[in-house]
């Protein structure tokens, strides 16, 4: 089946710092989000990308379709404790479906 | 009201019980969703009803048995589980099949199968 390959499994970072992490596809997705998870929680989507190309942000986050629409990055500028969490790119396949990266594991040293 | 509520938030149950976890959104979503997350894993899709009719079936186990009684609910009725069926248990809707505009989840259901 379709997989998204998302990079890096973790991170440990200090408190400040910008945050990269990427996923792949061999498939095409129409559309990529974004989401964050805490510990007991259900995802929260934080960004949506829908046309390829397209870059995104929402306050401190950027997010970029790929021109090939085989994949998807995720920026986080400046972090702070409370973005540390479980972030999932995941991709729309079919009509109704959305295939989810592995996750990478975000902590911050203060 | 932009949530997606689901009860209870855990549960622990025996493999001869009958329980059924409980989703609810009053965003006129006609698109709802089942996912199952295990620890430390992305969540899998289980179903997914479109117009409350059910559209997708990922070959989840008739233990499972999902039901949609009206557009605003969705319930999960769980019978005779395995204790490697304990996980977290995601409710998600979204405007209509096929648009992922406010794709939203709700906070889980924390399932423990003794």
């Known amino acids: 089946g379709q997989q998204l390959n998302q990079s890096p499994q973790s991170m440990f970072i200090q408190e400040g710092e910008d945050v990269s992490m990427n996923c792949t596809s061999s498939s095409i997705f129409n559309t990529w989000l974004w989401y964050k998870q805490d510990p007991g929680e259900g995802p929260v989507l934080l960004i949506a990308?829908?046309?390829?190309?397209e870059l995104t942000s929402n306050g401190r986050l950027t997010a970029q379709f790929g021109i090939t629409r085989k994949d998807s990055f995720l920026n986080i500028s400046a972090s702070i404790p409370s973005d540390v969490g479980i972030y999932f790119c995941a991709g729309q396949l079919g009509a109704q479906k959305l295939v989810f990266g592995q996750g990478t594991r975000l902590t911050i040293n203060p | 009201d932009t949530e997606v509520t689901q009860t209870p938030k855990h549960l622990v149950m025996g493999m001869t019980n009958k329980k059924s976890l409980k989703c609810e959104q009053h965003m006129g979503h006609r698109a709802m969703y089942w996912y199952k997350q295990k620890a430390k894993k992305p969540p899998e899709l289980m179903f997914v009803?479109?117009?409350?009719?059910?559209?997708i079936n990922e070959s989840v186990p008739s233990r499972f048995s999902p039901e949609c009684p009206n557009s605003s609910l969705l319930n999960l009725h769980l019978h005779a589980l395995q204790p490697e069926d304990s996980a977290l248990y995601l409710c998600?809707?979204?405007?209509?099949?096929?648009?992922?505009?406010?794709?939203?989840f709700g906070s889980g259901t924390r399932l423990t199968v003794v």
């Open positions: 998600a809707s979204s405007q209509a099949p096929g648009i992922p505009y406010g794709y939203t």
């Open positions: 990308l829908y046309k390829a190309g």
């Open positions: 009803y479109s117009y409350e009719k059910l559209s």
